[in-house]
């Protein structure tokens, strides 16, 4: 079934007596019963880019889909708006397809209203990021979603059947006020400067999260990426495991708690050449060495969303190795800071990944996500070093 393409109406007409008596609003899921009444709405609301009565159908019924209606008027039970709101599987992001109120009822507040339940719904349902597409010149929709903290992503041209652009915008589903005032909410951002430095950039932002004295730059990017580094990767410089990573932040007072697997050594996989796969063993045996005749502790499993979130509690600063694939859709390990945690969304900084000026370079990611991609390579392999201030 080809989709129909998400818009908001582009006019807001006067108000009427009939919008001064709404009565009490009260927002559901929609029902089979509701698709007649969810047509006319459409043919009423958009001039094109209509959903179908098939489609309007297929969106009830859909694992995938979401639809919210607000009822009202006389007797309660009017059809006064309606919002569709997609989720992919394995996937953190869901998307708003679509929202429109009645002629009668705009004006007085239920788009606002209808929008704050999509949210509410939305991160209810595992998402931790909310996406949507608007017409270009649709101001009226564009200071709605503004109200609401969404921000413009970008720009698609031609998007709709009549040739006109839409701007994409986006909303973090992260709720700070829900968050636990966690001493990793006060690591600074800093984008790494070299394609192999992911994980001395995250030990640097965590370090001077515990820390704001910590000098950030790139020689110190460098200089810990010289102390941690595994030597080779699959091409190009080497990367940082979390071995290496947590004796350079012991070496400079902090404490830290590695979990990391025991046996096979990480990253070897990724080698194709024997003699570089024993340098890689013979490095991180040292480390592991040198670990096991420090302070920090070393756990032989892999690290849960609860006890991340316990962690964060204590005043803990996790640094996890994740697959860059989930974020960026390429191959390859990739370290990045996990900073709090709402109750149902993390929020992470990566470092491979600047923010616009004045941005918020934090992303959001769900437990369900974070548990897939806290994970690298063909064995699955995980890893996390928790940073502490020293005793």
């Known amino acids: 079934m080809p ?76 059809l006064l708006g309606a919002a569709v709101v997609l989720r992919r599987a394995r996937s953190s992001v869901a998307r708003l397809y679509s929202i429109a109120v009645a002629a009668s009822a705009r004006g007085r507040g239920l788009s606002d209203r209808l929008l704050g339940e ?115 990767m699959a091409a190009g410089h080497g990367g940082c495991g979390p071995f290496g990573l947590a004796l350079a932040a012991l070496q400079r007072g902090f404490g830290a708690t590695v979990y990391a ?22 490095v991180e045996a040292d480390f592991r060495s040198e670990l096991l005749a420090s302070k920090a502790e070393w756990v032989n499993t892999a690290l849960t969303p609860q006890r991340l979130a316990e962690h964060l509690r204590q005043g803990g600063v996790p640094l996890v190795l994740i697959s860059l694939w989930r974020l960026h859709g390429e191959k390859g390990p990739h370290w990045v800071v996990v900073t709090g945690f709402d109750g149902q969304v993390f929020r992470i900084l990566d470092p491979i990944a600047p923010a616009p000026a004045g941005a918020d370079p934090g992303l959001s990611v769900s437990v369900d996500e974070f548990k897939r991609m806290a994970r690298y390579g063909r064995r699955r392999q995980g890893a996390a070093v928790i940073l502490s201030k020293g005793t």
């Open 261 to 282: 697997p025991a046996g096979a050594s990480m990253f070897i996989e990724s080698v194709r050449d024997p003699r570089k796969k024993d340098v890689i063993a013979l």
């Open 3 to 78: 989709e129909p393409v998400p818009r908001s109406p582009t006019r807001r007409p006067r108000r009427t007596a009939k919008a001064d008596s709404l009565g009490p609003i009260r927002i559901s899921s929609a029902q089979p019963l509701d698709l007649a009444a969810l047509t006319e709405l459409e043919q009423a609301a958009f001039s094109g880019d209509r959903i179908s009565a098939r489609s309007w159908q297929h969106l009830i019924r859909s694992d995938s889909a979401m639809v919210l209606v607000a009822r009202g008027g006389q007797g309660g039970g009017e």
């Open 118 to 232: 999509v949210l509410h719904s939305a991160r209810d349902s595992g998402a931790a990021v909310l996406r949507l597409e608007t017409r270009l010149h649709n101001h009226a929709a564009q200071r709605l979603f503004k109200r609401h903290g969404f921000s413009a992503l970008d720009r698609k041209p031609a998007y709709y059947e009549d040739g006109a652009d839409a701007l994409r915008f986006q909303k973090s589903l992260w709720d700070s006020g829900r968050a636990n005032q966690a001493v990793a909410l006060q690591a600074p951002f800093y984008c790494q400067t070299l394609d192999f430095t992911c994980g001395p950039c995250a030990l640097l932002m965590a370090m001077a999260a515990l820390d704001p004295s910590t000098v950030i730059d790139r020689a110190a990017e460098i200089r810990l990426w010289r102390e941690a580094t595994t030597v080779f």
